[in-house]
Structure formats: C-alpha cells, structure tokens
C-alpha cells in the first residue's frame, strides 16, 4: 500500500475519520489491530467529536507520539515530560506548516459561532467535499511527520 502517508489518505478516502486514518495507518507497527485502532482513535476526529476544535489528524499524531514515548507508570514525572515535550514539538512542526493552529475550525475556516451549532452527523463524502477541505494535506503532514520521526 505504500507509505504510511499513503495509507492513511487511503484510510480516509474509505471514509474513516482524519483521527482513524492517521492511527491506523501506523497501528500494526504496535501490533494494534485494525479494529481496536479505529476504536481507539473514532471520537477525536472533526476536531474531537466535530466539535472542529483539536483537528482529527493531529490528534492521531498525538496517539502514536503516545505508543512512542508514552509514559506508562503513573508517578513517572520525567516519561511524562518527555511524552508532553514530544507533543508539542510535533505540534509546532504542524504549526509551522499551517500558519500557527492545530484547531480544526480555523483551518477550516469556520466561524466559532456556526461550529457551536453543529451537528454531530459527518457530511457526506463528495468530491466537492475534498476539494473545500484541507484534511487529506493535513492527515498526510502528520503522518509524513511521524514518518520522519519513527521510520516506517
């Protein structure tokens, strides 16, 4: 299938989240089945629940930044640390490339106001739907970045 890149703008053009698709472009790396990895990452995307704040791909990232340098005991301050360092460096990588967000909406372009009444129910995926949007670039950055971090 490609790169890990590819795959997850292939996971995305089947009609997964932006979330899902960066996750489970790299899930098998963990040994993560595909199933529990669509599970796993399915509430964050459309900016957590489309709720267009915290963009969809960008917190898949932060899911395998986690399986990475995740902390896994509750008192170790410094694992912590490191995970939180690792995440917002990968986020100011994002930043650098979007002109300063990670929030869904301002990269859509949305008005705070119209995204408080949205409803939960996703568009349907049409090509005009790809065309307006800048989820495929985005869930290719971060997976190119993760790329570029973990190897393939």
């Known amino acids: 299938m490609g790169s890990r890149s590819d795959r997850a703008v ?13 996750f489970l472009a790299f899930a098998d790396k963990y040994g993560i ?7 796993l990452s399915a509430s964050f995307g459309a900016g957590i ?8 791909a960008v917190n898949g990232m932060f899911m395998v930044v986690g399986l990475e340098t995740g902390a896994t005991v509750g008192a170790d301050q410094a694992g912590k640390a490191a995970n939180y360092g690792k995440v917002q460096e990968f986020a100011s990588k994002v930043k650098e490339q979007t002109g300063g967000t990670i929030i869904c909406r301002e990269l859509l372009g949305l008005d705070k106001k119209a995204v408080d009444k949205e ?34």
């Open 49 to 56: 629940g489309r709720m267009r704040e915290v963009c969809g």
């Open 33 to 39: 089945e595909q199933e529990l990895a669509a599970r």
């Open 119 to 152: 409803s939960p129910i996703p568009e349907k995926r049409t090509e005009q739907y790809y065309k307006k949007r800048p989820c495929i670039e985005m869930i290719r950055m971060a997976a190119q970045l993760l790329e570029e971090e973990y190897g393939e």
């Open 10 to 22: 292939a996971y995305f053009k089947e009609g997964y989240n932006c979330s899902q698709s960066v």
